[in-house]
């Protein structure tokens, strides 16, 4: 069974965490100095914070996949509409390991479809704090004018992918 997953960039992590606990009746199953988050049941949801970025508020949605034939499915899904997708195999983002698709919808927000592998021992490859290349990029609407890179909370799409 699929699970939905959120991901929301906050001012104030531990105020955060304190506010999403008493919200969700249950303390994260992940914490980190910078990254938050809950695998609920009830709701059945992959609920993410964190304070990587200066821009709050929800930096992306997505579905995440207990198997790879679900995550196939979904992949397939977008093909068949003919849709934009960006791949990435294997890859770290959000202290775990995942293979993925990346979508953006007509408004442009960005939507993950992802499968974890296993944890991490760092937020992602190419987010770290202070890291000097292959930033991640906003993804862009459909059909818009691309926009100069910012850094977002988790390993978007590159710019223009989708």
Same mark, same amino acid.
């Given at each position: 069974?699929?699970? *939905? &997953?959120?991901?929301?960039?906050?001012?104030?992590?531990?105020?955060? !965490?304190?506010?999403?606990?008493?919200? *969700?009746?249950?303390?994260?199953?992940?914490?980190?100095?910078?990254?938050?988050?809950?695998?609920?049941?009830?709701?059945?949801?992959? *609920?993410? !914070?964190?304070?990587?970025?200066?821009?709050?508020?929800?930096? &992306?949605?997505? !579905?995440? #996949?207990? =198997?790879?034939?679900?995550? #196939?499915?979904?992949?397939?899904?977008?093909?068949?509409?003919?849709?934009?997708?960006?791949?990435?195999?294997?890859?770290?983002?959000?202290?775990?390991?995942?293979?993925? &698709?990346?979508?953006?919808?007509?408004?442009?927000?960005?939507?993950?479809? *992802? &499968? =974890?592998?296993?944890?991490?021992?760092?937020?992602?490859?190419?987010?770290?704090?202070?890291?000097?290349? #292959?930033?991640?990029?906003?993804?862009?609407?459909?059909?818009?004018?691309?926009?100069?890179?910012?850094?977002?909370?988790?390993?978007?799409?590159?710019?223009?992918?989708?």
């Amino acid at each position: 069974m699929k699970r *939905f &997953h959120v991901h929301v960039s906050v001012a104030d992590l531990s105020a955060s !965490i304190r506010y999403y606990s008493a919200l *969700f009746a249950a303390g994260p199953t992940v914490v980190r100095d910078d990254y938050a988050k809950w695998a609920l049941d009830d709701p059945r949801v992959n *609920f993410a !914070i964190s304070n990587r970025t200066e821009k709050l508020g929800v930096d &992306h949605l997505g !579905i995440q #996949a207990e =198997t790879d034939a679900e995550l #196939a499915e979904i992949e397939a899904r977008l093909a068949s509409a003919e849709l934009p997708v960006q791949s990435q195999s294997e890859t770290n983002c959000c202290y775990a390991t995942s293979n993925k &698709h990346w979508s953006v919808d007509p408004t442009g927000i960005a939507w993950e479809s *992802f &499968h =974890t592998l296993g944890n991490a021992p760092t937020y992602g490859e190419s987010r770290d704090r202070g890291a000097e290349t #292959a930033e991640c990029r906003v993804p862009v609407p459909l059909n818009a004018a691309p926009k100069p890179a910012a850094r977002t909370t988790c390993c978007a799409p590159q710019s223009g992918c989708c």
